[in-house]
């Protein structure tokens, strides 16, 4: 059984930081992306940013390059989302995912965490 879950969202005001972490089991996830996926109120889901589990390599949407930073931490298990200079339209529940290198941005097939939610003051 797998299982990803969040910790780490609260209120922050604008400009300030907070950092999310995930905690994944159940399966090995070598030729897996893991990631981060957020939902405002009325919005669609949006994909955040990814990081390779097995190389490293990552990926940001535009609206959060320079200010978030994806990282693992193999040895447990473990992904963290580092976010600086976040704004009011940063606000949303952000969920920790895993999926298949090829599709994990586009959520399909992906495994899901529970979310946890950010709250950015103006």
């Known amino acids: 059984q797998v299982q990803l879950v969040e910790s780490g969202g609260g209120l922050v005001q604008a400009g300030g930081s907070l950092r999310l972490s995930c905690v994944v089991s159940?399966?090995?996830?070598?030729?897996?992306?893991m990631g981060w996926f957020r939902q405002a109120p009325g919005k669609a889901r949006e994909f955040v940013a990814r990081?390779?589990?097995?190389?490293?390599?990552?990926y940001y949407v535009d609206s959060v390059k320079d200010r978030f930073t994806i990282s693992r931490d193999n040895a447990k298990n473990t992904l963290i989302l580092q976010m600086n200079s976040l704004r009011p339209e940063d606000t949303a529940v952000y969920y920790c995912?895993?999926?298949?290198?090829?599709?994990?941005?586009?959520?399909?097939?992906?495994?899901w965490g529970q979310g946890t939610q950010v709250t950015v003051s103006s």
């Open positions: 995912s895993a999926g298949p290198i090829p599709t994990m941005s586009a959520g399909r097939d992906n495994y």
């Open positions: 159940g399966r090995t996830f070598s030729r897996y992306a």
């Open positions: 990081v390779n589990w097995s190389s490293g390599s990552t």
